[in-house]
């Protein structure tokens, strides 16, 4: 086949895209690694021994299609019912789900979002085929517009499908409850609050799915859970939204151990409170040491903090950084690129990335 | 917010869908489960002992984004290289991927596949908004149309993505590799050879997708590999469409321990071959009792069996063997609603499910 038939297989929004690009998976022998916003801290003990024993013959059978005992037990945690809820292969897959939900492939429907924001968004909507509206933040990352909420300036209120990271990555901003309640009543078309970091938060916005119909929140096992591996988010919010997804998921969308090492996690959350505690200490801590040494530190609502290193260009340090073996995050978009995105390890990780960037900040001086 | 600005939310498209229904999964004790396909006999012991030594902190870590290892293994088993592979979700995945990398949302661009198949494959075309061009097989399920297939008979030679099932469900029927090769050259768009049950089969076609660019060969290892709980399937075929189907997929598409899991069951081949012949012995065990039974049994080339009962209609025997706490599969559709689609299970299954229908005869005659 000639490669021009070849190519005409292929559509031409496919050939077009451009992929998103995950961070770094490396495998580097005692790399510390702060680049992907995972948490330090593995699964709690229940969990793991959990998951162990159900590593049987079940393996051979389906899992639950619907995450039943999932789902139930989270509508237990968030009061609502299970069909409030439904179970993504880790929360991308649910965005993903929402745009093709309620968004048309047609540069007349408009999918909404920050920027800058979590970089899948844009991807998705040009996967789907539906145009975007990247809303410009502040340069303080806080939400633009506000107070006093305008037509006719950055936002669409008629967007079909708007995307607020609350609290925002690579940013690290949370957004007050009462400005998104604000910003949902404002918007005629789907708001799906992404509270992927919202355990590192002081608030979360919950009820605002619970009350308007139009909002979904989406929530993660992956970050504050230590379950990256297993591939386990959720959406909460109107049972008829709800159930316009699940017409729109694979059957068997969440594998089974997954399911089981969440719905483990939840008979456990004073275990993982805990950890939220000791990492929201380790991100004061860290963030005084790096100001000291002349980093300009935002403050964070989350479980990374978004820093302005001095002395090199950001990408600089991230290579110095890699040197020493110490992987962080760094994007090239223009409002970030002067910045380094670091996950909050452990206090050794901390101490030992405190150290790295001392040496590199005296070689350099 | 009133019912209709509500509705107004969800595209017309999700409105009108019907999702597709799969077998129940239903927790009764005691029940013999022959519906969905199962594979009867746990994975390895080296497998459990593999995915148990691996639930440990890793599960705090994203999983690989391509499954490289995976992708390793088998391009080795396969005879080719790594990027002429893309794991899924369960192929499922890859099935819906395949929908919307190859065709159009539009009614100009076709989806085609037999009927009676996989009934996902009209959902699929219905989730994206393709159009479809269900191609009814012979009344014996064999390929219609050849030889000597013709344009302007029942297939459109440029359907933008042909689906078909080989061996078939739930026909059972396999269609010879020499057909296959005929009927994927006449085609022009992108035809998948859908194997899910081929390691039942006497032979396969992955040969087909190393040979023709516009041809993939979709596999999984949820049915023949007793790991339908961790979600693992794949697609072989020419670097360029694997490269195009790669970037419309999630970024962590396959959880770790799946991978983990499916890496493992390719180092244990014997154990799964082994089980791979136990299988078909007993399906011909049990196509003989039910013949003597007065069931007619279509030959089958999977781990199923399609069969006409006498006596009574066959929902009624759906019926009468749940009541007994035997589970099989009943389609409504006008080709096979005369049938029962029942999976191959234990011998000690396939005994119990003997008695239940000479009792079942007894009290009906």
Chains 1, 2 share one sequence.
């Not at 408009?110 to 899948?120: I, M």
């Not at 609290?167 to 005629?188: H, I, M, S, V, W």
């Amino acid at each position: 086949m000639n490669p021009t038939r070849l190519k005409k297989l292929i559509r031409p929004l496919v050939q077009k895209l451009h992929a998103y690009v995950p961070g770094e998976q490396p495998k580097i022998p005692g790399l510390i690694k702060l680049n992907t916003n995972e948490n330090p801290y593995p699964p709690s003990p229940h969990v793991l021994k959990t998951v162990q024993a159900a590593v049987d013959g079940r393996l051979r059978l389906y899992p639950n299609p619907t995450a039943e005992r999932l789902r139930a037990k989270l509508a237990r945690l968030h009061r609502c019912t299970p069909d409030h809820l439904i179970i993504g292969n880790g929360s991308d897959e649910l965005l993903a789900l929402a745009v093709r939900t309620f968004t048309e492939p047609s540069p007349k429907s408009r999918v909404q979002y920050f920027t800058p924001s979590y970089s899948l968004y844009p991807v998705l909507a040009d996967t789907h085929g539906a145009a975007k509206n990247p809303v410009p933040l502040n340069p303080d990352f806080s939400m633009p517009g506000l107070p006093g909420l305008k037509r006719g300036q950055v936002w669409d209120f008629n967007a079909a499908l708007t995307l607020v990271t609350t609290p925002n990555a690579p940013g690290g901003r949370g957004y007050p409850t009462a400005e998104l309640d604000k910003f949902c009543r404002a918007q005629q078309g789907v708001v799906v609050l992404d509270e992927a970091y919202v355990d590192f938060a002081d608030e979360n916005a919950l009820k605002l799915a619970l009350k308007h119909p139009h909002v979904l929140v989406s929530r993660t096992f992956s970050k504050a859970y230590s379950l990256c591996f297993q591939r386990v988010g959720y959406f909460v919010g109107h049972p008829d939204l709800i159930a316009a997804l699940h017409k729109m998921r694979d059957s068997y969308n969440v594998n089974g151990l997954g399911q089981i090492a969440a719905e483990a996690t939840l008979d456990d959350l004073k275990y993982y409170r805990a950890n939220f505690r000791q990492i929201l200490t380790t991100r004061e801590q860290l963030s005084r040491q790096l100001t000291k040494l002349g980093f300009r530190v935002l403050p964070s609502q989350t479980n990374f903090i978004l820093t302005r290193p001095p002395l090199f260009p950001a990408e600089q340090w991230l290579q110095k950084l890699r040197d020493r073996k110490i992987l962080v995050r760094w994007f090239g978009a223009k409002e970030v690129r002067d910045y380094l995105r670091i996950t909050i390890g452990t206090p050794a990780e901390a101490e030992a990335l405190v150290r790295a960037v001392s040496a590199i900040a005296a070689e350099g001086g």
